[in-house]
Structure formats: structure tokens, C-alpha cells
């Protein structure tokens, strides 16, 4: 061996002079948080979380406010008020109308004028008809003794729940029919209350419809039933082996039955057929008196899907009263 490769073995050193030891001492910036330090992202940069010394640091998207910042919405997202790089950015809700808004009126609600995407909402009338009658006629009736007038009831929905203050117009009962003042565009629950002029007297009102007013006019009719009224309800499925919630499509049905029977004359019953997937709903009118009724799933051929659930001394009220059953639990065999 020469002296100059003796030399280099010596020192650890291979030929062309390179360390032939692999360790590498530990360092900030390896991308492996070592002791005494807090973090090390691979990196000697700062301003990303993670400073040049491997010590924690603010940064944009932290979730805290640091005071170079506007703001700090936890992420580096634009277009949600505040920007990528933390500063207070324009936006649908600030109340103030910036370019490519109609209006801004700082809430994101439907039917106030000014739309949930900030843009002017025009406005549109629900035609509302009315009839009384009986329910073993559907000749129409004059307007009952003291009813002199109609009242529409319009509240619009944010989807299913209410939003703002009902809107409330006025007609001569005797007219069968009335066009409501102009509301901002949406969907109204909408329903028809009948009584005197000074609205201290109320004879009855209507079953409740959603009218669409979204992008054109809309109707409501709807009878006053002098003599009977109505049962709503919703229901749920189990399985009766299971006792678990079912689907109506775990069921293999697409219907359900109701079926009341009026106690003080057994043979006098009526049927309504629901679709399944609906969850609920609200029977033809019935007269007034105490029934049995009897809900159960139905299969393709309409036979029944398991034992009928049956609600005893239910009691329909007139006029044009809605007596809730509330939900009603239907056991389907095999499940």
C-alpha cells in the first residue's frame, strides 16, 4: 500500500477522497423532528409553520390571528372571507354588494328579497280557491252563517322550515277564489283559515299545501268539509323478528294502507293508499266520529306485509279539523 492510500484508510477516507462512514449526525432541516426540536419539515424555510431553527412559528391557515393577519379561517381557501393569504375578502353575506352581486343583505335566507347567492329576487302570487261542502257531496256549499271572510296564510320555507313572518290577505268569502299581494320568490307553506271580518272568530282552516312561487305564479285549493275532517300521521318500519328499522325497499313495498273504520257502524270504512317512500301523509275527509284505524304495509298484490296496526277511539272533529295520529310503527314479517 502507498503511503497516500495509508494516509486516506487512516482517516476513513475511500479512494477520491470520500468519507466511507454512512451515519450523518442529526440536523434541522432532515426531515426528522429530533430532540430539542419542535418541528422539522425537510426544510430551512420559514413562514410555513416550521421556522429555519426548527422551532414552531405562525403561519396563514393556523387558525389563530396572528397580527400580520386579517384574519385566520383555519385554511388557505379563497372566496369564503378570508383569503388565501389571511386577509379579509369579500363575500356573499357581508352585507355589503360587491361586483357580481344583485344586492347583499347579510343573511342567506330565501323569500326576503335578496337570494341565499346575493342576487335581487323578483316576485310572484299564489291564486287561492275555496269551496265548502259535505263530505258525501262535493256540491258546493254557501260561505256558513257569520263566515264573511277568507284568510291565506302564506310562510315561506328555508327547505322545511320556516323563515321570516307570515304573510296574511284578505277576501270577501263569498267569492270562491282571491289572488295574494305579490311575495318574493320561494316555497310557501300555504293554508286557508275561514271566520269574521275582524279575525277573532275563526270557523276553520284548510290542510296546509307547499306552494312553488320559485319561478312562476302557483295555486291552492282546498274545501272546507262542514261535517268531517281528517287524519294525518307518519310512519317508520321494523322488522317483527328483528325489531330493527327497515326501508320500505328492505320491505319489498311501495304502499301503505289506511284503513278506518267508523265504531258506530263497523261496515262503514274507508281506505287511503300511500306510497311508502312518502313517510306520511294525510287521509280523504271522513265525518265526524270515533274510528279504528288500522295501518300495514302492503305487497304488490296489495296483501298486507305483517300484522295491521291498530289505533282505537280516534276521533274526527268538524269542521275540517286534522286530528294527528302521530307515527305509527309498522311490523313487516320476515325481517
Not at 256 to 264: C, H, P
Amino acid at each position: 500500500m502507498s503511503r497516500l492510500a495509508w494516509v486516506w484508510a487512516s482517516l476513513g477516507l475511500g479512494l477520491g477522497g470520500c468519507i466511507l462512514s454512512s451515519s450523518v449526525d442529526p440536523a434541522c432541516g432532515d426531515g426528522t423532528k429530533d430532540v430539542g426540536e419542535q418541528c422539522d419539515d425537510g426544510d430551512l424555510e420559514a413562514g410555513d409553520g416550521c421556522s429555519s431553527t426548527c422551532t414552531f412559528e405562525p403561519f396563514c391557515g393556523d387558525g389563530i390571528k396572528d397580527d400580520d393577519e386579517e384574519c385566520d379561517d383555519n385554511n388557505i381557501a379563497g372566496g369564503d372571507g378570508c383569503s388565501a393569504i389571511c386577509q379579509i375578502e369579500p363575500f356573499c353575506g357581508d352585507s355589503t354588494t360587491d361586483p357580481g352581486e344583485g344586492c347583499d343583505d347579510g343573511a342567506h335566507v330565501p323569500s326576503d328579497g335578496c337570494s341565499p347567492m346575493c342576487q335581487v329576487e323578483v316576485t310572484y302570487a299564489t291564486t287561492a280557491r275555496w269551496s265548502f261542502r259535505t263530505v258525501a257531496s262535493s256540491t258546493a256549499l254557501a260561505c256558513p252563517t257569520g263566515v264573511t271572510t277568507i284568510q291565506v296564510i302564506s310562510q315561506a320555507l328555508d327547505g322545511d322550515s320556516p323563515v321570516g313572518s307570515a304573510t296574511v290577505d284578505l277576501f270577501d268569502c263569498a267569492t270562491m277564489t282571491g289572488t295574494i299581494t305579490p311575495v318574493y320568490q320561494g316555497r310557501y307553506q300555504t293554508f286557508l283559515a275561514a271566520g269574521n271580518s275582524s279575525g277573532t272568530q275563526v270557523y276553520a282552516t284548510t290542510v296546509s299545501a307547499v306552494v312553488d312561487l320559485t319561478t312562476s305564479d302557483g295555486d291552492y285549493t282546498a274545501a272546507f268539509v262542514d261535517d268531517g275532517g281528517y287524519f294525518s300521521l307518519a310512519w317508520t318500519l321494523i322488522g317483527a323478528s328483528s325489531n330493527l328499522p327497515k326501508t320500505c325497499a328492505d320491505a319489498m313495498t311501495t304502499s301503505v294502507s289506511v284503513l278506518s273504520t267508523a265504531v258506530a257502524s263497523p261496515t262503514s270504512f274507508f281506505e287511503d293508499l300511500y306510497t311508502c317512500a312518502d313517510g306520511g301523509g294525510v287521509t280523504a275527509a271522513l265525518p265526524a266520529g270515533t274510528y279504528t284505524v288500522s295501518v300495514s304495509g302492503l305487497d304488490a298484490s296489495d296483501g298486507s306485509l305483517g300484522t295491521p296496526v291498530n289505533l282505537t277511539d280516534r276521533t274526527i272533529v268538524a269542521p275540517n279539523k286534522v286530528t294527528n295520529l302521530g307515527t305509527v310503527t309498522i311490523p313487516i314479517d320476515g325481517l
